[in-house]
């Protein structure tokens, strides 16, 4: 302070504590910077040696071993997940042999470490995360009567289903499928309300199964699609088939590479799910007017209307049927102002002379990709996430 009294008073008073560090470490884990995970470990390490040093007040606790696997989880660095899991470890190991509570991993620890193993671009990335999965289901069992502890939740199980979903493994699909299983097993029969699936897991799902190049794809799709309805009737409110699930089985159909006798059977999964999807849009709406607090999206998007036409190029012989079924597809997407570009180029593929009547009829004088009449687009969103003419 510059009292010059040479007492140290100030210098102490300075001193960083451990709740100094955790600030800079969780400050450098929101900073985005590519040097955030060497900073978080270097400050770590001071920690740890401070307090080897026999410095007690400096002894790492689990809020900054987590803030630090949290930066590496969303660093998505190689190798950011196995570092993670060391750190895991750690704590894992210090809590044992001490009994620390300040140093039990928590669950959102496990959570991070899964997410982190995912993130990390690592070839068995998703083998690695369903590991630290039965790690802390065996964990939970060794100490459920010990107080504080966890069981994984449907958080932890959602990460590991999504992490084999997106992984390149050809299993990929079927071991997110396996894991879903045994998740609403555990929540049915086993009384793990925690487990509870809920949409947006069985959608990861399905997509992966849309994804795959399993011949049996649609069909996989499609029994999950039933599952969700069928717990929905049985209650479980959250689990309601949503416009996600109907659009990925539409493209799991429109995708598939079966013999001749199974492309009809695909073909009759993607129609009975478009026509599904307009009777839920009607149902939804009319249960919002009840109910207007119920906020329950179900409207087609340019998704669905571009996936199902793909579905009668890919699936149908050319001929009248396949013609009048992309007419009424095109037509459909036009009054629901949901015809885009992509939805566009699709019916163009399948049905160009109905296209150009359409535009004719709208005053131009050929089909223009750019100058869309407004009123078959005005509900359109931007398609940022998928390049349709890739797929």
């Known amino acids: ?20 560090y955790g600030a800079v470490i969780s400050a450098w884990g929101r900073s985005g910077s590519r040097d955030a995970c060497d900073r978080v470990e270097a400050h770590l390490r001071t920690l740890k040696e401070s307090y080897e040093a026999g410095d007690e007040a400096m002894k790492p606790n689990s809020i900054i071993y987590n803030s630090v696997i949290s930066t590496l989880t969303n660093s998505g660095k190689k190798g950011s997940g196995d570092r993670a899991e060391e750190l895991l470890m750690e704590m894992e190991k210090s809590y044992q042999e001490t009994g620390d509570p300040a140093m039990m991993p928590e669950l959102k620890t496990y959570t991070s470490v ?24 065996k964990l939970a069992r060794d100490r459920e009567d010990e107080e504080g502890v966890f069981l994984p939740d449907v958080v ?32 049915e029969g086993g009384g ?69 006798d199974e492309l009809k059977h695909d073909f009759a999964i993607a129609l009975s799910a478009f ?68 939805v566009l180029s699709t019916a163009m593929k399948v049905h160009p002379a109905m296209v150009l009547e359409r535009f004719v009829n709208m005053g131009f004088e050929k089909v223009s990709f750019v100058d869309i009449p407004e009123e078959w687009g005005r509900n359109v969103k931007r398609m940022k996430s998928i390049d349709v003419e890739k797929l």
């Open 1 to 20: 302070d510059g009292d010059g009294d040479g007492d140290g008073d100030g210098d102490e008073d300075a001193k960083p504590d451990i709740i100094t």
């Open 114 to 137: 899964v997410s982190a193993q995912s993130n990390s671009r690592s070839k068995d990335g998703a083998e690695k995360a369903e590991k630290m999965l039965r790690r802390a289901e």
């Open 156 to 187: 932890l199980y959602g990460s590991v289903i999504h992490a084999w979903a997106k992984s390149k493994d050809n299993e990929g699909a079927q071991r997110a499928e396996d894991l879903l299983n045994k998740m609403i097993e555990m929540y």
């Open 192 to 260: 793990r309300d925690s487990l509870k699936p809920n949409a947006k897991i069985v959608d990861t799902v399905i997509h992966a199964w849309a994804l795959s190049n399993h011949p049996l794809k649609a069909e996989k799709a499609r029994n999950l699609l039933d599952r969700m309805k069928q717990m929905h009737e049985a209650g479980v409110e959250k689990i309601r088939p949503d416009v996600f699930a109907y659009t990925w089985l539409i493209y799991a159909a429109a995708t598939s590479n079966g013999a001749s």
């Open 275 to 342: 026509q599904e999807i307009h009777r839920e849009a009607v149902k939804a709406e009319e249960e919002e007017k009840e109910d207007p607090s119920s906020h329950i999206v179900m409207r087609p998007d340019s998704y669905v209307y571009s996936f199902f036409m793909k579905a009668c190029l890919r699936l149908l012989p050319e001929g009248e049927e396949r013609d009048n079924l992309v007419s009424g597809a095109f037509e459909l997407s036009c009054r629901n102002g949901m015809t885009n570009k992509h």
